[in-house]
């Protein structure tokens, strides 16, 4: 087991800098030559952070005896400080989910922003004049759910001064046009063209786009399609960074009710189902059970099972403090059935403590513990059960191989791989948007297997 430490903490602080600064190049300079050194060294920054962080959480364990203390630090007054990191675990991750595609729906918007047309204009002496439409080749409405507007063929006109004489000269491009109607001959929109191959020719769109494609800052409808898209991990950061995103170490432990409490000793590592206490009276819908890992507590009139977060590894959890003895809490209510759990607080001798739940178990089958008439542990000074594992090569490894395809995707894309093949473009950016999700939905499949293996051990017969 490895203990977060400042290095580890620092390492995901790089890695999201990294992120971060991909996203900044791209919005500061959305459309550059092949390849864009500035976003692969953005990856190069944040693979080595990724690197360092792995080399730290895979490294040699620390046992639990050795594990450096927290300092004490102050706090206001009546006020805990102590939080159950692993119950923000799930909002977490999907802050991470959403907020790791704002990069590439941004390197999507440079990359289709990207074309031949564009990179053989840039080459030959680009201009930006208004180009009036002298012809109208066809229209096509292209109508969704969120956007509704007129694709429009047009052959435009442009006036510039005739080369090695006075006087002006006529260039008639073609090129194509997005807009609210169809557009009529008449009509003028700003245009992007090489005067010197008019063959290639021209780019219409307003002007803040244009300058977006000539190595400016990305235009308004990228910052408008970014904003849009920004919300979404917006609300993940509320529903993640929020004061009771993570409760407290005795919360719903000491409830109302009679608390008990148990002598027990750590025996060993399980799973079982977490099937929680409805939140209200009366619910018309009652929340599914969850398969959890769990610890085995042995306790001299039974054995209880205080399940965990599926963040946790019991396995490594109880080989680090097994012997353990301490005292679990827990405060049953009347109403209470024998599947249903209710959290639990289970309080090592040297003052750790591990938050997690506790099922209600079959009166006689079960320990009921003892009612608690004495004073109630005091955890403000002191810290979570630790140290915990980083990294579980038994159920990371399918998530490690999908994020390895993802940066790679990103890599040939930063790298001009599929430019000019829009096939081979798309392929590249679903793989990128897709490598996340997939995962983590292979590491919680892995997670499911390694639990189910674990409750089939526990009940086997001895």
């Known amino acids: 087991m490895r203990e977060r430490d400042a290095g580890t903490a620092l390492a995901t602080a790089v890695a999201w800098g990294g992120a971060a600064a991909f996203l900044i190049c791209l919005l500061v300079r959305k459309v550059a030559p092949y390849p864009r050194w500035d976003l692969l060294a953005c990856l190069a920054v944040s693979a080595g952070a990724v690197l360092v962080w792995w ?23 009546g006020r ?51 180009a009036t439409v002298s012809q109208v080749h066809h229209s096509y409405l292209k109508n969704g759910r969120n956007y509704r507007y007129y694709e429009s ?47 290639a020719g021209v780019i219409l769109d307003s002007r803040a786009e244009l300058r977006a494609v000539l190595g400016g800052p990305a235009g308004p409808r990228d910052l408008l399609i970014l904003a849009i898209y920004s919300l979404f991990p917006l609300g993940a950061a509320v529903a993640a960074l929020r004061t009771r995103a993570a409760p407290y170490a005795s919360d719903g432990v000491f409830d109302n009710g009679e608390t008990r409490m148990l002598r027990v000793r750590i025996a060993g590592a399980g799973a079982g189902n977490h099937l929680r206490r409805p939140t209200t009276r009366g619910a018309s819908k009652q929340p599914g059970a969850v398969l959890t890992p769990s610890l085995c507590l042995a306790s001299p009139s039974g054995n209880r099972d205080l399940l ?5 590894d019991p396995v490594s959890l109880a080989d680090t403090l097994k012997g353990a003895q301490g005292h679990v809490y827990w405060t049953p209510r009347a109403e209470d059935r024998p599947e249903w759990s209710t959290p639990a607080l289970l309080v090592l001798d040297n003052g750790r403590y591990v938050r997690g739940a506790m099922p209600i ?32 090569p038994h159920i990371h490894k ?23 093949d829009g096939v081979l473009r798309t392929a590249g950016l679903l793989v990128a948007a897709a490598g996340p999700l997939v995962g983590v939905l292979a590491i919680g499949r892995r997670r499911e297997h390694y639990l189910r293996q674990l409750l089939q051990q526990n009940h086997q017969p001895p």
């Open 55 to 77: 080399l730290r959480a895979s490294g040699r364990s620390v046992p639990a005896g050795r594990a450096r203390p927290a300092k004490s630090r102050p706090g206001p007054a």
């Open 80 to 130: 805990r400080r102590t939080r159950w990191w692993p119950e923000r675990r799930l909002e977490l991750v999907l802050l991470a989910l959403t907020a790791l595609p704002l990069p590439l729906v941004m390197l999507f918007l440079s990359t289709t922003a990207s074309t031949p047309q564009m990179a053989t204009i840039l080459a030959h002496h680009p201009r930006t004049s208004d």
């Open 153 to 199: 063929a047009v052959t435009v006109t442009v006036t510039i001064a005739a080369t090695g004489q006075s006087g002006k000269e006529t260039l008639r491009l073609k090129g194509t046009v997005q807009t609210p109607q169809p557009p009529h001959p008449g009509d003028r929109f700003p245009g992007l063209y090489a005067a010197d191959t008019p063959t």
């Open 308 to 312: 965990l977060e599926r963040c946790l």
């Open 361 to 392: 178990g079959t009166p006689g089958e079960a320990p009921p513990g003892v009612p608690v008439t004495g004073p109630l542990p005091d955890l403000e000074t002191n810290r979570p059960i630790g140290p915990y594992v980083l990294w579980q």
């Open 398 to 420: 399918p998530g490690v191989i999908c994020f390895g395809a993802t940066f790679l995707a990103v890599v040939l894309l930063a790298s001009g791989v599929g430019y000019g």
